[in-house]
């Protein structure tokens, strides 16, 4: 009997000590009890305890950020737990507490159907959660088929509220989601920053994110997109761009949902500065909104337009497969789908839209703002105008010697018009004033003809 507990003893003994070290195995291996992480370099996987012995998340992360590829799986949620810093400083962070892919790594977080979470309540400078260096790589997947994983919790000044992506740097979004980021610029949940920086991704969700400026989903500056599966829902700005901000670059869209988000203008989609918007088969931008705000005292409102997509870049958008643009609205709740945007006085010469082998299936309902025309010119050679419809009666298409125009109504500026109206009623009262007096000329003159003719009788 007490062999017997003596071995007991012992057993005891060696599963303490195993769970307060590291422990790395094959990856074949079953999860041991307790671990809330593992790391995989070299095919060889090491897994982590929430013990002082094991280091746990600090000790997960300079592993991992010190490799040229790792593989980082979560096995319990991963909060920060002064507030700011998700992990100790010179574990692979960035400024601020952010997580750091540094250059010329690749590091794989596998969500696996728990959270990272920075806990901002109040903004701060470099809030992100996560930053992505030029030359890093952050492929982010949650292979747990519960689609709970997130990055979420952050709140920055001067940067994305989630995923910070310099120039250079690339982030592959295969799954999770990021979500609750909030930044006082731009790129509530993503930020691109930079011709050479990209996103590729095929699965996963940006949404319930905020931005002050533009791109409450994501801010693409320069950078390229592309999405071949995947959602930007819910997400929110006070400026352009609600779910998506493309200033230059590209901005290629597959089976892409773009629904929820709500912005000043381009509740769905804003693109500016020559970008490219491919729209392609699968894609849907429905049901995004713009929001009012009201000026201040003795101030003019800001314009809202473009409900869900507005396109001030003058490069067409290029449509292929069958695209959908429809049950959008402005702050009215009136119907704002596609509208095309000309700053003012300014002619776009090059159509809007390219057939890039769009299906007859599509949908888009179309409008035109700004300028000083009243017919644009939207594409040549287009030979299947059914897929468009247009938000209001006023608007109409025609075509013209192969090209395809968008008509509006005529209008005046409202300064000319009240002085056009002014010059107008002062002429015609000008008109039957000069005929009134001439009518009173002609009278007079007729009864004093008749006074010089009257025969004069003399005495006899």
Request: net charge negative; aromatic share 6%.
């Amino acid at each position: 009997m007490k062999l017997h507990q003596k071995i007991l003893q012992i057993v005891s003994a060696v599963a303490v000590a195993a769970s307060a070290i590291p422990l790395q195995v094959s990856a074949a291996i079953a999860v041991p009890p307790g671990a809330i992480g593992s790391v995989t370099v070299s095919s060889a996987t090491t897994f982590y305890y929430d013990t002082p012995a094991s280091g746990g998340i600090d000790a997960m992360w300079a592993e991992a950020a010190k490799a040229d590829s790792a593989i980082v799986k979560l096995y319990a949620d991963w909060t920060a737990k002064d507030g700011s810093q998700l992990v100790k400083d010179g574990n692979g962070t960035a400024p601020g507490g952010a997580l750091c892919i540094s250059s010329g790594s690749e590091i794989t977080i596998d969500l696996n159907g728990y959270v990272i979470d920075r806990t901002l309540g109040v903004a701060m400078e470099n809030g992100e959660v996560i930053y992505v260096e030029n030359g890093g790589t952050l492929n982010l997947t949650d292979t747990s088929g519960t689609n709970n994983g997130k990055i979420t919790g952050g709140n920055s000044t001067n940067t994305a509220g989630g995923i910070q992506v310099e120039n250079g740097g690339k982030l592959n979004l295969w799954g999770g989601a990021v979500s609750g980021n909030t930044t006082e610029t731009s790129g509530g949940g993503i930020f691109l920053a930079g011709a050479d920086s990209s996103l590729y991704m095929t699965g996963g969700t940006v949404s319930g994110n905020t931005a002050a400026v533009s791109g409450g989903g994501i801010a693409v500056v320069d950078g390229t997109m592309r999405i071949i599966s995947g959602a930007f829902t819910d997400n929110t700005t006070n400026g352009t761009g609600g779910g998506i901000y493309i200033q230059g670059g590209t901005a290629d869209l597959t089976g892409c949902k773009v629904t929820g988000n709500h912005a000043l203008m381009g509740g769905g989609i804003c693109t500016n500065a020559d970008a490219v918007l491919m729209l392609k088969d699968g894609t849907n931008v429905q049901k995004n909104a713009l929001t009012a705000i009201e000026a201040a005292e003795g101030e003019t409102a800001p314009e809202s337009v473009g409900g869900g997509i507005l396109a001030m870049s003058a490069r067409p958008i290029k449509l292929t497969g069958a695209p959908t643009v429809t049950m959008n609205t402005n702050a009215e709740g009136r119907q704002s789908n596609l509208v095309f945007y000309a700053e003012e006085g300014r002619i776009y010469s090059e159509g809007r839209l390219e057939n890039a082998g769009v299906s007859d299936t599509a949908k888009l309902s179309v409008s035109f703002c700004g300028g000083s025309e009243r017919d644009h010119y939207l594409a040549s050679g287009w030979t299947q105008q059914g897929i468009l419809s247009m938000d209001s009666a006023d608007f109409s298409l025609y075509e013209d010697e192969g090209m395809l125009y968008l008509r509006r109504p005529a209008s005046l500026p409202g300064t000319w018009f009240f002085v056009l109206i002014g010059v107008g009623t002062a002429l015609i009262l000008s008109v039957i004033a000069f005929f009134v007096l001439r009518y009173i000329f002609k009278k007079h003159n007729k009864k004093k003809h008749k006074r010089k003719k009257k025969p004069v009788h003399q005495a006899e």
